[in-house]
């Protein structure tokens, strides 16, 4: 997993799949982007632009992905995001669905916050589980950004 803010970001540092979704976040302006879906290339590295609510954590099943890691910016908003390393000991409440590229866990052992700003980013790896639109404080609309980079292009 990798965290960081947009502004400050060291292009020797991540692979170059990583760092084509990092410089696509920082030149794109989100602002009146339609939510949805956009193609960086092709269906390797791929943009959603989403709104949300979040929500208690509670309330939201953590996930990890096996064919796609995520670099999740915040565009908007304030959230929090529970992190854990995967490591096969978590109860599964949802079985991996291959067609959406998620499996959900019902919770996470050892679990760990990251709290988000605009302008932060994390990077999540399939080994890396999340549960994303977390609550800080109070519910919030937020506006979040997630590049989908294919396994193979790293």
Do not use: C, W
């Amino acid at each position: 997993m990798f965290f960081g803010h947009i502004s400050k970001v060291n292009k020797k540092a991540y692979p170059m799949a990583i760092q084509t979704a990092l410089d696509y976040l920082a030149s794109t302006d989100f602002t009146n982007m339609e939510t949805g879906r956009y193609p960086i290339k092709g269906e390797l590295i791929y943009v959603q632009v989403l709104d949300l609510e979040t929500k208690d954590k509670s309330d939201i099943l953590p996930e990890v992905h096996r064919q796609y890691l995520d670099v999740q910016y915040l565009h908007s908003g304030k959230e929090r995001i529970g992190v854990a390393p995967d490591l096969g000991n978590n109860p599964i409440a949802k079985d991996y669905d291959t067609e959406r590229d998620i499996l959900f866990y019902t919770d996470i052992q050892n679990e760990t916050e990251l709290i988000m700003r605009p302008g932060n980013f994390a990077v999540f790896f399939p080994e890396d589980i999340h549960r994303p639109a977390s609550m800080d404080g109070q519910s919030e609309k937020i506006r979040k950004i997630v590049v989908k980079i294919a396994i193979s292009e790293l």
